[in-house]
Structure formats: C-alpha cells, structure tokens
C-alpha cells in the first residue's frame, strides 16, 4: 500500500480514558491511556529491530492493551518477534515468541530452536474474548511454565511439557509435514518436518530461541513466497511492554491500569503510543527499543 504523511497522521486514533470500564473491575490506579495505535487488518504495523534486549532466554513476559472482537480474520497478531517461514539467512531471522488472537482466543507461541516450528510450545486460552471491547492480555513464560492472563485474572496455566507416554497426551495433528502431541485443550508441542508421530519420550519447551527477526505489533512477517504480511491484526493495541521475567498476576494487576515510569527493573520494551501523531512509536523504557509505523 502506498503510504502518505497524511496516511499516518490518521493512522493514530485517540482513544481517551480507555481504562474506565476496567477500572470498576479491577480499581488500580487506572489513568487515561493517551493514545493508541488503531490497525487495518491489512498492512498496519508497527516494526522495532532486534535488540539483544528483546532477547528472552528462560523468562519473558508481554502485555498490552487492545480492542478485540470474538471473530478474526484467521490468527492476528498483537505482538511478535517471530517470521513463519524461513527466509534466505536464518541469521537474519528466526521464531522467537509471539501473542495472537484467534476469534475468542488468545495464544502464545514459544519455539524453543528459532527454525521453521522447529518444536514451537503453544497455550491456549479458549472463550476469553466474549464481546468487542477493551481487553488487557498478558502471557508469562518461565522455564516452560506459562500462563495467559485476561484483564489481570489467570485465564489458563500450564507447561511446555508434554510426556508422549502420559495417557492425557495425544498426537492431535498430523497435517502436512507439522505434526504435534497436545495434552488437553490448552497445551501444545509442534515440529515440521520431523516424523514426532514416531517420538516417544517428553517433549520441552523450557527455553526461547534468541533470534534475529525483528519485533513487531499488529502483525508478523512471512518469507515464504517472498515478503509479505501475514497475520495482520485490526483492532487497537496500546500499552505494549515487554518483560524480561515471567511477572506475577499481583505485579499484572497492580500495573495494568497505570502508566509506568519507564525504570521499572526487568523492562525492556515499553511503547505506550502517546506520540499520536508522526511515524515513530518510541520506547519509554530506555532501551532505546524504538518502532515505526506501517
Ligand atoms: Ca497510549
């Protein structure tokens, strides 16, 4: 799409006090939001290039505020450092972490080695989007132990751990060349192009792959067939932080209807979108993880 600087200027919406209605919810020490990025669904995004700040290991925690309706076009990204297809250099790329929506759920996406779903753990959390509205979502990793996060309540906790001989696990998709063992309904383990129909043992996710693609909001980038949007999300997102430690639901609650200072130890990407004008979404944490707008 052809962009224009009057293109961006509408790009931001201005949402005011959108922390109102959770406020009777969850009353913290709610303040108006500013602004927030409102996205098309089609090319909107916001693109940070990889920092070794960004890079998560054993721990990571992402938030962010968005408006979300219970019906998607297909998976939409909020945020992710991740690429679906490998492109011509690994080094330059990879499959790191990323928080989706699919109609009225949310997932996280860990892969443990960076390439094409190479072991990839996935959490679900079903039924949590309702209606259309404002929704704060959080997901939390910690040595494989994972958990999602619906406006400051525990919406699903579990782990990248799946033993293949447990009797709740099951080999629940053999599509094509990604096949993957589930326990339940919530839980996850996906390899491509390994035969792990055939695999008998535990499989785990304990750890994130620290890869060389960028961070990006509102949608991930596709290299297979070439450049291209995939996933792209329509909605509005706002508040996006980044943790490097799994945060506890009490810090989630205590912060989620507040603006940060920026200092607060173990952040490593803040962008609250409060520019509302210009191409640049800057990161308040002062890593100097700073976005721009598509
Ligand atoms: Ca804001």
């Known amino acids: ?60 925690t ?19 450092k991740w690429a679906w297809c490998p492109d011509a250099n690994w080094a330059n790329s990879g499959q790191s972490y990323a928080l989706l929506q699919e109609n009225d759920s949310i997932i996280f996406l860990i892969n443990r080695d960076g390439n094409y779903y190479h072991l990839v753990g996935w959490l679900y959390a079903q039924n949590v989007i309702p209606s259309p509205g404002y929704y704060h979502i959080a997901a939390t990793f910690q040595n494989g132990n ?12 579990d782990s990248f751990v799946i033993d293949t001989n447990d009797p709740a696990s099951t080999f629940c998709v053999p599509s094509g060349s990604c096949v993957a063992w589930c326990r339940g309904n919530n839980v996850r383990i996906m390899w491509c192009g390994y035969p792990l129909w055939n695999y008998t043992g535990i499989l785990r996710v304990e750890k994130i792959y620290q890869g060389r693609e ?81």
């Open 1 to 60: 799409m052809g962009e224009s600087l009057v293109y961006k200027a509408l790009y931001w919406a201005i949402i005011g006090g959108i922390f109102t209605g959770i406020y009777a919810q969850n009353p913290v020490n709610s303040v108006a939001s500013g602004c927030a990025l409102s996205f098309d669904g089609t090319t909107n995004r916001v693109e940070v290039p990889d920092a070794n700040s960004l890079d998560a290991l054993y721990e990571l």
């Open 62 to 80: 992402l938030e962010c505020w968005a408006y979300l309706s219970p019906t998607t076009n297909g998976t939409e990204v909020l945020i992710a």
């Open 146 to 157: 994972v958990a999602i996060y619906i406006n400051g309540i525990k919406a699903v906790a």
């Open 214 to 294: 960028k961070l990006r909001i509102g949608s991930n980038w596709k290299y297979c067939g070439g450049s291209g949007i995939s996933s792209p999300f329509a909605g509005t997102i706002d508040e996006v932080r980044i943790w490097n430690y799994a945060r506890s639901q009490t810090e989630i609650r205590r912060d989620m209807c507040r603006r940060l200072t920026g200092n607060e130890p173990g952040l490593v990407g803040y962008w609250r979108f409060d520019e509302c004008s210009g191409n640049i979404a800057f990161d308040a944490s002062g890593n100097g993880n700073h976005g721009t707008l598509y």
